[in-house]
């Protein structure tokens, strides 16, 4: 069938609002009323102008079912809807169309059609400002649900709290799920007090049922608590029940609501439910009268009697503790004030209202405490209950009667075990043997004990001076080591300088190379080392078979490197050459000229290592306040421009291209003419601006490092 309802509402919302109209079709064809008329009220609130649930409540408030319903609106099948995919408007601004699109909560057309305008994406924040939005709602789209289900089961079950916390949760995710503005709006129906009986409960809108007659109406319509006496006075006399006079549940309807819709055997259960309640509320147990009468709103959750039964023994229940709580209390000040024999019999009272009132049972155990200077031994009817400060204690117990034993012994269990008759009652001093001598001895001190301690002390004394004495033969790894001469410092320069005179050129070289790189002489050493292996490895000639275009690529790198070090552009001359040695090998005359160039940057040796460890952004500080002391030095901006070239390269390789473009004009400031730093920036720029492709990532995977 067609969507009968709002144009504006999602497509998502749509399908559920005609898959739920299936359901209640269903559901009313089968004559549950009420669950049809709850879907219909679900519906409306979804979507007010649906009116085929309109329709459909109409007739199920006024009695029709059966599968005569499902012809009248053509069956109980409903195809689902179909929604034509989306197409934006000619001309219309991308952000615009996302904006309303995002109104009617389609995102996932949003998604799709961002998917295939990337290039007019770009140039709209607003429409990828909305397209974020949209995937965000989508994945919290599951939790929402979960929520607002899980704060509908509590709001059925009563616990409005929990129902409201998980409703702030669904709130802070998407706050105008058509759901969770349903659930806020039947959560008033729950809340409202004059709704909280009956089908209104629940929020459906029913007619108002005329008023009876108070002779032949139905006992279980009538809310209106009657007038009763809360106090305990005459409970037990007048065998108080919660039944109202003159009422008969044997009738047809049973203990039901009084609309004759619980069946037989329900009704049944609903009787002895009713009675099991009414037995535990004539003992005095509201809570467990409670908690009988509440499943029967399993059966019938609209019973009117159970639930004034249930307010009735809630009142009882509060009145009782109530009372409780004021005795209590009375007590505590009767406690306070001295008064422990008025105290105590307020506190027993406490436990014959409330048997497991810790509190009071902490209280008369301070109370016998005092009394008898002994922890309590039970709650009440103890022998020598009525102790007073002077009296013996074991007496009272011996003189107990039988009945007072018996009591005794059914609370050890609970609180403490009280000792055997006897067993408790204190010796007379005149019974204790030795009792002045003991008393006469315990004032005197214990002279073994000082002969003792005086005799460890001796020996703790001798032994920590033979330690003492015998330190360096019982601990020789504890001496001072000796000091020794440092040895003399040697000039490795000077010495291999003096090797290679010799002709001893290769162990020069050995003695060089055991330089650590942290001495100051190590710059000088390597440039030694260079110009040495040169002298003693003769030049292999260039050989005739090369390619043309790798001869041709050599000498333009020989002449580059020559020019380089004419203008003293020795790291430029120094990479050049040692490419075109990669080539083919050099001749003796660029072998020197190479020397030189190492020679020439043994001062930037330091910045040369940071370099080949990858350090730029430390060596680019280094560097930088070279450079203000050297502004000439064209080796420090040459050091400068390919930190900054490699820094752009591992932003381009981590996927910042803005990042990597501030590099590369950084770069480009000092060495303008660099067409590669160029090409660079400009490819860096456009990346900033638009997603990363594939193009782009094999691109920038394959970029060599200066």
Known sequence: MSYSGDPALASDVKQRILTTFRQTLELATKGSRQEALLGCDFI??????????????QLVQAGRSGPDLAALFGGAEVAPLEVPPPSPPAGAPLGAHFARLFVERRFGDILTEAEQGRQALAADAEARQLVDQARARLEAAPYVKTFV??????????????????????????????????????????????????????????????????????????????????????????NYSLEPAGNSYAGEVGYGSGTGEVSGEHSGRIEELLATGQSACDRGEYQAAIDAWSRIFLIDIDHQEAARRIEKARQLKAEREREMEEIFHEGVARFDSGGFESAEAAFKQVLELSPGHLVALEYLEKIRERQIGAPLASVAGLPGAGLRGGEAPGLAVESGAPGARGARENVSGEILV?????????????????????????????RGFVWIGGAVLVLLLAGGWLLLRNRASLFPNSREPLETAAPAAVD??????????????????????????????????????????????????????????????????????????????????????????????????????????????????????????????FLLNRLWRRREAEPANRDVRQLIVDSYYNLGIVDLQRGDPAAAADKFREALELDPQDAALGRLQAFATVYSQRNEDLLFEIFVRNLPAR
């Open 44 to 57: 409306l609130r979804l979507d007010p102008h649906f009116g085929p649930a309109r329709t459909l409540q």
């Open 418 to 446: 009280p000792p055997e008759p006897g067993a408790a009652r204190p010796r007379g001093d005149g019974e204790r043997p030795g009792f002045a001598l003991a008393a006469k001895r315990r004032g005197a001190p214990a």
């Open 492 to 617: 490795v320069i000077a010495r291999a300088r003096t090797l290679q005179a010799e002709g001893k050129t290769a162990v020069a070289i050995a003695q060089l190379r055991r330089l650590p790189p942290q001495e100051p002489q190590y710059a000088e050493a390597q440039s030694l080392i260079s110009q040495w292996e040169a002298l003693i490895k003769p030049a292999e000639p260039v050989p005739a078979g090369l390619p043309p275009e790798f001869e041709r690529k050599r000498q333009e790198l020989v002449g580059g490197a020559e020019r380089a070090c004419r203008d003293r552009e020795l790291l430029r001359c120094d990479r050049w050459l040692t490419e075109a040695a990669a080539i083919a090998p050099l001749s003796p005359e660029l072998t020197a000229l190479q020397g030189q160039a190492k020679e020439g940057l043994a001062p930037l040796a330091e910045e040369l290592k940071l370099y080949a460890d990858g350090d730029y952004d």
């Open 149 to 238: 289900d899980s704060a509908r089961q509590a709001l059925q079950s009563g616990d409005t709290e929990e129902a409201d916390r998980l409703i702030r949760k669904a709130r802070v995710l998407d706050a105008d799920h058509p759901e969770l503005l349903a659930l806020e709006e039947a959560k008033k129906f729950y809340s409202d007090p004059e709704r909280s009986m009956g089908g209104r409960r629940r929020g459906i809108e029913m007619d108002e049922e005329p008023e009876a007659p108070a002779a032949s109406a139905a006992p279980g319509v009538d809310l209106e608590l009657p007038e009763v006496d809360f106090s305990f006075a005459g409970l037990a006399e007048d």
